[in-house]
């Protein structure tokens, strides 16, 4: 029977073409509209990493006080100062500060043109901590962080740039004018929103080429390549002054298991602030946060404003399509009533009714479905014209992409259907009789 | 026309002139919440720099070799000497920074220096004499730096400039009554600077809603950056020379020193090209918007068409028999439009307390501006106006129902 609707549905479609084309541009606009945009949306505003966005935290300790804090929030990042006595203190099972470094490369010795890569400096349990994946060898010991080792773990991407497709762990490569010796190379990384770069404002730029040691980067007196946020005076005549000053740019990240854990890594955040008060370098009571990679995604509003207000217009635009969708269906099963009387004058219960027009509707929703997935695969072309490039790049027309796709424009035409199925089925089977 | 038969016609399809109204309704509220923003983008996006725009370009020059700070200022010095000497080369100055880069260097400003809470924020250009040429703005009051003036600045160090040059912006903000020549204020520093200069315009180099508020708002110190990093050429080509100067200059510098990084990708670019990225989600927003407007009113207008077609068909024994009692064409034909028309003022009635209430949410979701009823006004007459043309094809059909209908059974 349901074999058979689903004939009745196709030729009630084909019966009245321009009406059907109509449904099946609107409800295929309206999905490829929303789809589009929600791909981008989906890119952007994912969990970048599962598994342990809630053991991952980034400690923030005011260092400005309430005059000259974001309106009483604490600084986004830590000083030099305050970041150094969170790593010397130790409280969490693993901890890292990090900063981004720019470097130039030989890629192809003293003869080439030099290149520009862009990394990190992080502490040995960066790797483990954020879930690092290797190709080959691995990261650095907390030895190698202590002995200010001249070590380095490159992208494959980069190891490929500048090495070729070869394993280059236990190779020299030089940085700057100082060489490293390659400890790891990371297989494809690359976190989106990269959570950990919110502070910088790039967290969808193109994943880092390498990773060095923090300890070794200070000694070489790398500059931060990342954002540098200060308070009052900024009168500095040495670097020394500029490490010891109110200049936020180190981010620190804590790891801890269990809630209690965090709870305590609080409570040591709180007294290190009541130590700083009363040693006088703060005049103001401790106001400290703790914030996991969910909340503090949230805090640095990394999900662009664009994205949301796409998605939000595109769900309106679909919702008028649906309704206009509803109209129609309505007065093409109303047309049918003398039709859906004699059926129920023949003993059809109100239950077929509803199962032959819903899959009617069905039929009609997977149509507009296909047409919504051709204009999805167009549209993803266009994602470029739409939305920032680094953005852009994210958005992917994939199998679950697909599936929703279809699966969306059948439910919410079949939805739709609801209203003209209920009104066709109550048709008075006695009342139209008599009328024909 | 009577209005009163049209009304009683319509409760009779109760549920599909609710349809239409509810449609026209929500497309009124989206179509001018998508105007509004389109607007909104397209101002933003067409505000001016100052700059010559046609004429200027910028190099993103990275240092690749580890050298002292002299010797980088030497190379700075050749370089400009080398650029100078190009012949569609109009001037060039080296800075830290130019309007719309996406991120930059912004200072809070204080009159006094015991200030704690800021006064305002400026955005800070490095430049030497040369700048203000090289960008083209135009210099109000005061005097250009001299070279003299010129000093350095090195990685993370930072000594207030005595003189500088402000934005007519800044002055205002800083002196609203006009007197800000030869005044001082502090930088984030216990020594003032002078202000020598008053320019026109200079935008940020961010275009960021967070900095609106200081958007014209620049200070310009002389100052040369002698750090290991890099820093921006900003290159003013003699008119019509643009193409020719973003070919010679690459080559200068390379001629120059082969230890440097001059991206491939965006080392250099045109003002264009950096207009064009500075606000690609802004153009991306308005043609969204554009696009999701003109489907919609499409979409709405085929329905109107659709329902109406069957309405049409639905009623021909009725028009028949109007026609056949003494009606006129036009009669029939104004009957279908006068019910497009009360439908319409529903919906539209129900749509512009949905568009403001839609705007409402968003300025709460999105931090964007509160809705101009001028956009709600336009959105009204072009639904209004759609609703009559989408309505006119099927009352044509009606009006042309002969009186023989009435004479046929269905």
């Known amino acids: 029977m349901l074999v058979y609707y689903f004939e009745l549905g196709l030729r009630s479609l084909r019966r009245n073409p321009a009406l059907t084309t109509l449904m099946v541009m609107a409800i295929g606009f309206g ?328 899959i009617e509707a069905a039929t009609l929703g997977l149509a507009g479905g296909v047409l919504g997935l051709a204009l999805t695969a167009v549209g993803m072309l266009g994602v470029g014209l739409l939305f920032q490039p680094q953005i852009a790049r994210l958005a992917h027309l994939d199998i679950s992409l697909m599936a929703m796709t279809l699966l969306t424009a059948i439910v919410a035409t079949v939805l739709a259907a609801f209203y003209p199925a209920w009104r066709a089925a109550h048709v008075q089977p006695a009342w139209q009789l008599k009328s024909n | 026309m009577q209005i009163k038969p049209i009304l009683s016609a319509m409760r009779h399809h109760k549920a599909g002139v609710g349809l239409i109204a509810l449609q026209i309704a929500l497309t009124l509220a989206i179509v001018c919440n998508a105007l509004f923003i389109i607007q909104q983008r397209l101002a933003h996006l067409s505000e001016p720099t100052g700059l010559d725009e046609a004429n200027v370009f910028v190099i993103s020059n990275q240092w690749a070799n580890q050298s002292t700070e002299q010797q980088t200022h030497a190379q700075i010095l050749a370089d400009m000497a080398a650029l100078r000497r190009l012949p569609s080369v109009r001037d060039v100055s080296p800075s830290n920074s130019y309007p719309l880069r996406g991120s930059g260097w912004d200072d809070y400003i204080t009159l006094t220096p015991e200030q704690t809470e800021k006064t305002t924020d400026a955005n800070v250009y490095l430049g030497d004499e040369h700048l203000l040429d090289t960008l083209g703005v135009t210099l109000l009051a005061g005097r250009n730096f001299r070279a003299d003036e010129v000093g350095q600045i090195s990685s993370r160090q930072n000594v207030a400039s005595p003189v500088v040059i402000v934005t007519k912006a800044l002055a205002d903000r800083l002196y609203p009554d006009g007197s800000a020549l030869g005044k001082s204020f502090y930088e984030m520093s216990k020594t003032p600077s002078t202000i020598i200069g008053i320019i026109d315009l200079l935008q940020n180099q961010s275009v960021s809603t967070w900095n609106t508020a200081y958007a014209y708002q620049s200070v310009i110190r002389p100052l040369q950056e002698d750090n290991s990093d890099g820093l921006y050429y900003i290159v003013r080509a003699r008119p019509g020379q643009l193409v020719a100067a973003m070919r010679e200059v690459p080559k200068a510098l390379y001629t120059q020193n082969l230890m440097r990084i001059i991206d491939p990708e965006d080392g250099e670019l045109s003002f264009a090209e950096a207009r064009a990225r500075a606000y690609d989600s802004d153009r991306g927003m308005a043609i969204l918007m554009g696009i999701i407007s003109v489907v919609l009113l499409a979409i709405t207008a085929a329905g109107i068409v659709g329902l109406t077609s069957f309405w049409v068909g639905q009623r021909r024994k009725q028009i028949g028999v109007r026609r056949a009692l003494g009606a006129t064409r036009s009669d029939i034909l104004r009957y279908f439009l006068t019910e497009n028309l009360l439908i319409s003022v529903g919906g539209v009635v129900v749509g512009i307390a949905l568009a403001i209430g839609i705007n409402l949410w968003m300025v709460t979701q999105f931090e964007i501006a509160r809705l101009s009823l001028v956009y709600v006004l336009i959105g009204v007459v072009v639904l209004l106006l759609l609703g009559q043309i989408a309505v006119l094809a099927p009352a044509r059909r009606a009006s042309n129902v002969s009186p023989i209908e009435a004479t046929r059974s269905t």
């Open chain 1, 31 to 358: 999905v490829a509209a929303s789809m589009i945009t929600y791909s981008v949306f989906r890119a952007v505003s994912g969990n970048p990493i599962p598994g342990k966005s809630s053991q991952l935290f980034t400690p923030q300790i005011d260092g400005w006080g309430p005059q000259q804090n974001l309106q009483g929030e604490p600084a986004e990042a830590l000083s030099y100062t305050d970041a150094m006595a969170l790593m010397r203190a130790h409280q969490a099972s693993r901890q890292t500060l990090l900063y981004a470094v720019h470097v130039s490369v030989l890629p192809g010795g003293s003869r080439s043109l030099p290149i520009g890569a862009n990394g990190y400096a992080v502490y040995g349990d960066f790797f483990p901590m954020f879930e690092v994946p290797f190709r080959y060898g691995s990261g650095w010991s907390k030895a190698d962080d202590d002995g200010r080792a001249a070590v380095v773990v490159l992208s494959e991407a980069f190891n490929h740039k500048v090495f070729g497709n070869i394993d280059s762990v236990g190779h020299e490569l030089t940085l700057n004018g100082h060489d490293y010796r390659v400890v790891g190379v990371a297989r494809h990384w690359d976190l989106h929103p990269r959570f950990f770069a919110a502070f910088d404002g790039n967290s969808f730029d193109d994943p880092s080429d390498f990773y060095l040691p923090f300890t070794r980067a200070m000694d070489l007196q790398f500059d931060t390549y990342g954002r540098n946020s200060c308070r009052g005076n900024i009168d500095f005549s040495t670097r020394d002054a500029w490490l010891r000053s109110n200049c936020v740019w180190a981010m620190p990240w804590v790891e801890l298991d269990s809630a209690a854990d965090a709870a305590r890594y609080r409570q040591f955040l709180d007294s290190y602030a009541a130590d700083q008060q009363r040693a006088g370098r703060f005049a103001w009571a401790p106001n400290v946060r703790l914030r996991n990679v969910t909340q503090w995604l949230e805090v640095e509003h990394v999900v662009p404003r664009e994205t949301r207000i796409s998605l939000t217009v595109a769900l309106g635009f679909f919702v008028i399509c649906l309704v206009n969708t509803i109209g129609l269906l309505l007065a093409k099963f109303m047309r049918r009533a003398g039709e859906i009387g004699v059926r129920r004058a023949l003993g059809a219960a109100r239950s077929e009714i509803y199962k032959q027009f819903l």
